[in-house]
Nanobody
Framework: HVQPVESGGGLVQAGGSLRLSCEAS????????MGWYRQPPGKQREFVAS???????TYADSVKGRFTISRDKDKNTMYLEMNNLKTEDTAVYYC?????????????????WGQGTQVTVSS
């Protein structure tokens, strides 16, 4: 496949957990950085988390302490572990690969977006 592929979304109650997966479109070891974004209903797409090839991670303030981004080179997959989910986490979650960092902030590569996976958190 030429684009990353997300999976793992679903319906969960507030306070619950989900793990999203993103299978990279090419060898993950060759990708400088990857990230997760989300688009809540009626809102613009927003940054969630990123991971550099060297292992450095960044997070949006709204998810710090609850979400964890990671990569598994053997499985060529990036993950987003989401704990203590809130209703405001409801969104379509997108994987992005091949982004860069400018002044510490992850900028997505507009060529490599996944198709998105829906996460719905009920109260």
């Amino acid at each position: 496949h030429v684009q990353p592929v997300e999976s793992g979304g679903g319906l969960v109650q507030a306070g619950g957990s989900l793990r999203l997966s993103c299978e990279a479109s090419r060898s993950i070891s060759s990708i400088n950085a990857m990230g997760w974004y989300r688009q809540p209903p009626g809102k613009q797409r927003e940054f969630v988390a990123s991971i550099h090839r060297g292992g450095t991670t960044t997070y949006a303030d709204s998810v710090k302490g609850r979400f964890t981004i990671s990569r598994d080179k053997d499985k060529n997959t990036m993950y987003l572990e989401m704990n203590n989910l809130k209703t405001e986490d409801t969104a379509v979650y997108y994987c992005n690969e091949g982004g860069t960092y400018v002044r510490g902030s992850y900028l997505p590569n507009l060529r490599f977006w996944g198709q998105g996976t829906q996460v719905t958190v009920s109260s």
